[in-house]
Each structure stands twice: as structure tokens, then as C-alpha cells.
């Protein structure tokens, strides 16, 4: 029996879980993603591209899903780092402008050699449409991933649509599971503030090094904070920053394929990941959906250990913040040899949840998540949940 799987993830702390999940032919996978980032390079095209949203992520859970045998190449030039020096830029950009079949020096000249056809021309078009875009302007090309030109191409291409763009680069590859922005293609900038009243004004600075005091909330914006917004707030108590941050929330709307995903699925799986930038911004534009899945099984896997945005807290902690944030959870998945400490995660259930423990990081990594543990305990919940049925 078909499951269809709807997973709320980040860029990289689902990535075992979604490995194990697209090996089962069983499974119909949704992958939930939201487009924050604004961190390194993806901050630099945020900036060079006023109103285009964060593409990293997006490219990231892509590389998971092209195969890894077939598509090789293509994962490698999504994710290939441009060193920035001019003659390499120049190359490229010659390769994106020509018809030809000149292609740009090694490793690229491979990689784009192994491409079909169709897909070589493809990755051309979008990229030329960026470089055409970029022509007589000054862009910081360096450690920028070559995935994210090729996404801001799209674009460009697709009338500033954000999530046309996601559609046109997942179009790239042939994955049976789907890549969906969990929110309609609206800029955001997301906003943390912390119980001490510290103002973290990006979500680069939200999963960067920070003090101890626990983010307590999140605001998305229409723009990002002026000079003379960050002085007007700097003078502010923690309350009047809350008042002043929350007249100016803008929760975007669920996007069309999200609700659609969200309301067919039979397991809702919240993923692993950097949990205020990645997973409960998602969990706010997800709210009344979620509100109303009927889905059995909606699964919360705990973190295995502390992370920037996370200090302090215990596993229980993560999971009132993820309820308080819109998740609707009927099991927690908590690692028994878990880093973070239980909290109230102490008995079977903890705030109607079934607490499920079991051995979930990978052998010799126990910083990675088992993913095929990870999928086995869920699938054995799901069919749990149709016998009781």
C-alpha cells in the first residue's frame, strides 16, 4: 500500500532520512522547504536580486533527490563552489552566451560533458539569463554555489516567480518525490528576538554563534530592518520590541501545492534540522493546515544534539515550541541515546504525543540520524495506526 509522506525540512538535517525514504517505492515523498536563507553568498544574490527568496536549501534537498548514479554530474555542478576569479566567471559565462560546444575548464567541462543534451541546454538558458541579468554589474562570486545561479536564472526566466523557479530547476532531474515551497512565492525576511531582549536581525544571524538566552520569537518581514528601524528598536525594552516586531509580522500564505500535499498525506514528518529558521517559520505558514490534516501519523524527530539556536534547550522544549508554532504532533521520535537532555520528555506520552525511543543515530556517527531507522519507525506507526483504525 502507496504512503504519501509530507517532510517539513531544511537544507541538510533531513538529508539521511530523505535518502532512506526515496528507496522505498512504497512511498510518495513530499518535501516541504522554506526559503529564508540569507546567510554567505545566498545573502549576496538575496541582495543582488531585491525580492528573490533563498534558493539554497531548495538546491540542497535537490542534490538528495537527483540519483546518484544517473544524475552524478548534475548533483556535482548544482553543488560545485565558484572561486570568484575572473577568468573562471568569464568562462562560464562564454559557455552560458554560446551555442557552441565549448564547455568551461575542469572539473565543469566533465560534468557538463556527461549532461544530456536537453538538460545541457537547459542549465545554458538559465544560466545566460542570469549572467545577462548580471552584465556591467558588480556581484561577489566567490564560495557561491553554481546551483544558486542557475536558480536565480530560473528566476529571472520565470517573471520573479520564486516557486515557478523551484518547478523549472526541479524539472532538471527525474525524481519521483516532489521539492514545494511551503509558502506562496512572497519575499520574507525572518526576524528572531531573544528572552533578553538581543535583536537577531537575519536568519544568518538566527543559526549563527549567539549568547545563551533562548530565542523566544520570530517574526517574518516584508523588508529587511533599515538603519533607522535597528536604531528605533535599539532603544526599545524586550515588550516594546515584541509590540513594535509584531505590528509589522507578515506570515505569508500556504502555498497552493503545500496544502494540497498536506491534506493528502498519511504521515506528516517533521524533520531534524536548525529548528528556528529552517523548520518553525514553516510550522506558522502550515498552521490551520495542519490544524486540519487528517493525517494519522504526524511525526516530530527530535534533534540529536544542541545546535546555535537551540542552546539550553531540552528535547521537551523543542517540542512546545513546535506546537506553539502551528505543528500538530501525535509522536515524538526521541534517539535513546540522544545529546539533549529529556526535559519532560520522561514518560510514554508528553502533551497527548506518544513518545516512541529508540536507537536512531547512524553507527559510528551520532550526529546523523539513522535515516533507514528513522523510516522503519514511522512506517510501523503508520501501519499501527490503520489496524487501529
Known amino acids: 500500500m502507496t504512503s504519501r509522506i509530507v517532510l517539513f525540512c531544511g537544507g541538510r538535517g533531513s538529508a539521511t532520512i530523505i535518502r532512506a525514504l526515496l528507496r522505498q517505492s512504497e512511498i510518495e515523498l513530499t518535501l516541504l522547504v522554506n526559503a529564508y536563507d540569507d546567510g554567505l553568498s545566498t545573502g549576496t544574490l538575496r541582495n543582488f536580486i531585491p525580492g528573490m527568496l533563498g534558493p539554497s536549501d531548495f538546491r540542497k534537498n535537490l542534490s538528495y533527490l537527483f540519483d546518484d548514479y544517473s544524475q552524478a554530474a548534475l548533483k556535482s555542478l548544482m553543488e560545485y563552489r565558484l572561486s570568484g576569479a575572473a577568468a573562471e566567471i568569464e568562462q562560464l559565462a562564454g559557455f552560458a552566451a554560446s551555442a557552441g560546444s565549448a564547455l568551461p575548464d575542469q572539473p565543469l567541462k566533465d560534468w557538463f560533458a556527461q549532461l544530456p543534451h536537453q538538460t545541457l541546454n537547459r542549465m545554458r ?6 549572467f545577462a541579468h548580471a552584465a556591467g554589474a558588480t556581484f561577489d562570486y566567490q564560495d557561491c554555489a553554481l546551483g544558486n545561479l542557475v536558480f536565480a536564472g530560473a528566476y529571472l526566466e520565470q517573471g520573479e516567480d520564486f516557486n515557478a523557479a523551484a518547478a523549472a530547476v526541479a524539472a532538471l532531474g527525474n525524481s519521483h518525490a516532489r521539492l514545494f515551497n511551503v509558502s506562496e512565492p512572497q519575499n520574507r525576511v525572518l526576524i528572531g528576538l531573544k528572552q533578553d531582549g538581543t535583536l537577531l536581525a537575519s536568519e544568518a544571524a538566527i543559526v549563527g554563534p549567539q549568547s545563551v538566552s533562548p530565542i523566544t520569537d520570530l517574526y517574518l518581514l516584508e523588508q529587511p530592518l533599515a538603519a533607522a528601524a535597528l536604531e528605533e528598536l535599539a532603544v526599545l525594552d524586550t515588550l516594546g520590541k515584541q509590540a513594535w516586531l509584531s505590528a509589522r509580522d507578515a506570515v505569508p500564505k500556504l502555498s497552493g501545492a503545500a496544502a494540497e500535499a498536506l491534506a493528502g498525506a498519511d504521515i506528516i514528518l517533521y524533520g531534524p534540522g536548525t529548528q528556528h529558521s529552517s523548520l518553525f517559520p514553516s510550522y506558522r505558514i502550515a498552521r490551520a493546515a495542519l490544524e486540519e490534516s487528517p493525517a494519522p501519523v504526524k511525526a516530530l524527530v527530535i534533534n540529536l544534539e544542541s545546535d546555535n539556536d537551540i542552546q539550553n534547550l531540552s528535547a521537551g522544549d523543542i517540542v512546545d515550541r513546535a506546537l506553539g508554532y502551528g505543528a500538530q504532533v501525535s509522536h515524538i ?3 535513546e541515546a540522544c545529546l539533549l ?14 513518545v516512541a525511543r529508540a536507537p536512531l543515530s547512524s553507527a559510528g556517527h551520532p550526529r546523523l540520524h539513522n535515516g533507514a531507522a528513522v523510516s522503519r519507525l514511522v512506517m510501523d506507526l503508520c501501519e499501527r495506526s490503520r489496524l487501529n483504525s
Not at 537532555?341 to 502533551?351: H, I, N
Request: hydrophobic share 45%.
Open 125 to 130: 538558458e538559465l544560466l545566460a539569463r542570469f
Open 333 to 335: 521520535l526521541l534517539d
Open 341 to 354: 537532555p529529556p526535559g519532560s520528555l520522561t514518560g510514554a506520552s508528553y502533551r497527548g504525543a506518544m
